[in-house]
């Protein structure tokens, strides 16, 4: 809004104009770490899942301005123009590994400030369990 202003001597009204700051667009970079799981997460899938569920403006599949790349066992996804967050990114993820069965085992943890990494749960703990139980009846 502006505002107006009445000039002491002389009844003509000054405007102030508002000032405009423009946004600008941030980039946002995630990279998702298979190196550990790669025998049962194959990089080329994962990016077809991403490229189809992420959503953009409302709408899934919608990849305007969004870049899904891999190399070297790892998946990065970069954004110009849209909004994304790592939050939603660790979403999608667990999403992925819950469709293909693999959420009991694989859990996403962060490993940098832009990045995640996929590590297996610590299964010895309940094995050492099974085993005591058998052996007792």
Known sequence: ?????????????????????????KTFSCTIDLTNCTDFIEPKKLVTFFRQTIKV??????????????????????????????RYMKYLMKKYLKKNNLREWLRVISDKKDGFELKFFN???????V???????
Not at 66 to 86: H, N
């Open 1 to 25: 809004m502006s505002k107006t202003i009445k000039a002491p001597a002389t009844n003509k009204v000054l405007v102030e104009k508002k000032k405009i700051n423009k946004t600008e667009e």
């Open 57 to 86: 403006q409302g709408r899934a599949g919608n990849t305007k301005g969004i870049e899904v790349k891999v190399a070297d066992k790892k998946v990065t996804i970069t954004t110009s123009s849209a909004k994304l967050c790592k």
């Open 123 to 129: 299964v010895q703990n309940d094995e050492e369990e």
């Open 131 to 137: 085993a005591e139980e058998t052996n007792a009846q």
